[in-house]
């Protein structure tokens, strides 16, 4: 039997802290880094506002808050309601 010439398999795993410091800084003009920038503003951003900037449809923008954002990059996204602009969502610091 013939010896095999392959190299094994690494078995070193990202955890998700590393995994969002890797991650932490976007590309500049994407829009991802446009949602950031929107969200850090002190006003935030409401998915309406979101869609229109973004051309996104509102479940884009909802997936990739929560996704993108909270999940893979540790952002804490806060969202309250504010009269009639509606829920508006901002990075909480």
Request: charged share 30%; net charge positive.
């Amino acid at each position: 039997m013939a010896k095999s010439t392959r190299k094994p398999r690494s078995t070193k795993t990202t955890t998700p802290k590393q995994a969002a410091e890797s991650a932490a800084a976007p590309r500049d003009n994407t829009k991802q880094a446009r949602l950031i920038a929107m969200l850090r503003r002190p006003e935030g951003a409401t998915i309406e506002e979101i869609v229109k900037a973004l051309e996104w449809q509102a479940h884009t923008a909802r997936g990739a808050i929560s996704g993108a954002l909270k999940k893979k990059l540790g952002l804490a996204i806060e969202s309250e309601k504010e009269g009639e602009r509606g829920r508006v969502y901002r990075i909480g610091g």
